[in-house]
Structure formats: structure tokens, C-alpha cells
């Protein structure tokens, strides 16, 4: 089990970039694929992107493909996803967690506090 720890969101126009961090507090971060997910209010939490436990995989949703670039960092307990031309529809509250496959690990109540995007037109 690893706490983990979002940062990085913040308020940005259209066509801007941002870079979300997450955070671990021990040397377990390196046993566990990683990905992003995000929520807007009344809706489910979303697959963004994943990346393997050593970083050599990386997936990707659809939507934000040729955008969005996840990396990790196994010295540093650091996971990132490099956010290029945001729009609107990419507001949203941003979570990181452990993962296999597109599902998270830890259940329903895995989730940590988020980091918040927001996008102006």
C-alpha cells in the first residue's frame, strides 16, 4: 500500500500546458503500474493515462492521445503527466493511483484528494 500524492493542477487558457506530479512515500512506488484518472462533479472517474512499473509501457485514453505524456520516476517516487493543448472539456479533478490494466488496485476507497484542473475558453 503506498500514499500517494497529487500536485501540479491549477487554472490555465485554452491551448496551454500544465504538468501534474504525484508524489509517494516510500520505495514500494516501484511495485505498482500508475495512471491518471480524473472526475468533474456527478460523474465516474475516468481513465486518462497508465504507465507500467518500469516505464517502459505507456497507455493512453483516446481523447487525449498526441496531448498528454505520462513518465515516472522509480529513484525519485515520482509520477507525471505533461498536459499540452488543454480545452475546456479537460476540467476536471485529477487523481493518480496504483493500477493493472486500466483498474485501480485499491478499491473504491483508494482515492486520494486530487489535484484541480481547470481550463477557461
Known amino acids: 500500500q503506498v500514499q500517494l500524492a497529487e500536485s501540479g493542477g491549477g487554472l490555465v487558457q485554452s491551448g496551454g500546458s500544465l504538468t501534474l506530479s504525484c508524489t509517494a512515500s516510500d520505495y514500494n512506488f516501484a511495485k505498482f503500474g500508475l495512471a491518471w484518472y480524473r472526475r468533474t462533479p456527478g460523474k465516474f472517474f475516468e481513465f486518462v493515462a497508465g504507465?507500467?512499473?518500469?516505464?517502459?509501457?505507456?497507455d493512453y485514453a483516446d481523447f487525449v492521445k498526441g496531448r498528454f505524456t505520462i513518465s515516472r520516476d522509480n529513484v525519485k517516487y515520482l509520477l507525471s503527466l505533461q498536459m499540452n493543448n488543454l480545452q475546456p472539456e479537460d476540467t476536471a479533478v485529477y487523481y493518480c493511483?496504483?493500477?493493472?490494466?486500466?483498474?485501480?488496485?485499491?478499491?473504491?476507497?483508494?482515492w486520494g484528494k486530487g489535484t484541480q484542473v481547470t481550463v477557461s475558453p
Open positions: 504507465i507500467s512499473r518500469v516505464g517502459g509501457v505507456a
Open positions: 493511483n496504483a493500477v493493472i490494466g486500466r483498474g485501480i488496485l485499491g478499491g473504491g476507497d483508494s
